[in-house]
C-alpha cells in the first residue's frame, strides 16, 4: 500500500498552545496534502506542499517538507478549541490523479 | 461541501442484498473518487473515473462496482453487500487543474 501514516495517532493540548503532527510515506510524489475532518463531516482540504518546496505557511498552519526522509508535519500554532478534528495527510501517485491519504491524527484542544 | 451531494446518507442492509451509492456534483469537474473510511485505516480509494464512461480501479475495489454515464454522477454499486463493506463511504471531486479534492458528506452503510 502507499498509503501513508501520521504520528501520533492522537494529541491531546492546551487552548494556545502549539500541535505538530507528522506524515511519513512510501513512494516519490509530485505533492503532499493536508485535510482537516470534523466528526462525522467530508474531508475539508487545508494546503498543499510540492515536492521542491520545503516549507509553506498559510495563515497559522506551518507545512514541511522533507522528500530524503519521506516525510511531512503539520504545525497548527496557537491552537483553539475549534482546531479539535482529525487530520490527515495525503500523498498523490506520480501517475494520474490518484491520492492516497494517511490514517489520521485526531487532535483534541481543550479550552 | 463545494456543490458535492451523496445519497443516501445513512443506509442499513442485509447481508447479500445489492446496493447502490450515489454521488452528484454540480461543479462540472472531471474527477470523481470513491473512498470508504474505517477506523485504522484511514481513506482508501476504492473506484474513480476520469472522464464520462472511463474510470479505473483504486487500492480496495473487490467487491465494488462503479458507472458514470453522466459527468456529474457517479455510482458506486456494491453487488452482494458483506458485512466488511459496513464504513462510511466518501465521495470526492478534483477539476485535474489542481490537485485539490473536495469531499461529500458521507454515506454511512451498515450491512447486517
Known amino acids: 500500500s502507499q498509503q501513508g501514516e501520521e504520528d501520533p495517532q492522537a494529541l491531546s493540548i492546551q487552548e494556545g498552545e502549539n500541535a505538530t503532527m507528522n506524515c511519513s510515506y512510501k513512494?516519490?510524489?509530485?505533492?503532499l496534502q493536508w485535510y482537516r475532518q470534523n466528526s462525522g463531516r467530508g474531508l475539508v482540504h487545508l494546503i498543499l506542499?510540492?515536492?521542491?518546496?520545503r516549507e509553506k505557511h498559510s495563515g497559522r498552519l506551518r507545512v514541511t517538507l522533507d522528500t530524503s526522509k519521506k516525510s511531512s508535519s503539520l504545525l497548527i500554532t496557537a491552537s483553539r478549541a475549534a482546531d479539535t478534528a482529525s487530520y490527515f495527510c495525503a500523498t498523490d501517485a506520480r501517475t494520474g490523479n490518484q491520492f492516497y491519504f494517511g490514517t489520521g491524527t485526531s487532535l483534541t484542544v481543550i479550552p | 461541501d463545494a456543490g458535492i451531494t451523496q445519497s443516501p446518507r445513512h443506509k442499513v442492509t442485509e447481508t447479500g442484498t445489492p446496493v447502490t451509492l450515489r454521488c452528484h456534483q454540480t461543479e462540472n469537474h472531471r474527477y470523481m473518487y470513491w473512498y470508504r473510511q474505517d477506523p485504522g485505516h484511514g481513506l482508501r480509494l476504492i473506484h474513480y473515473s476520469y472522464g464520462v464512461k472511463d474510470t479505473d480501479k483504486g487500492e480496495v475495489s473487490d467487491g465494488y462496482s462503479v458507472s458514470r454515464s453522466k459527468t456529474e454522477d457517479f455510482l458506486l454499486t456494491l453487488e452482494s453487500a458483506t458485512s466488511s463493506q459496513t464504513s462510511v463511504y466518501f465521495c470526492?471531486?478534483?477539476?485535474?487543474?489542481?490537485?485539490?479534492?473536495?469531499f461529500g458528506p458521507g454515506t454511512r452503510l451498515t450491512v447486517t
Open positions: 513512494t516519490s510524489i509530485n505533492n
Open positions: 506542499i510540492r515536492s521542491n518546496e
Open positions: 470526492a471531486i478534483n477539476s485535474g487543474g489542481s490537485y485539490e479534492q473536495y
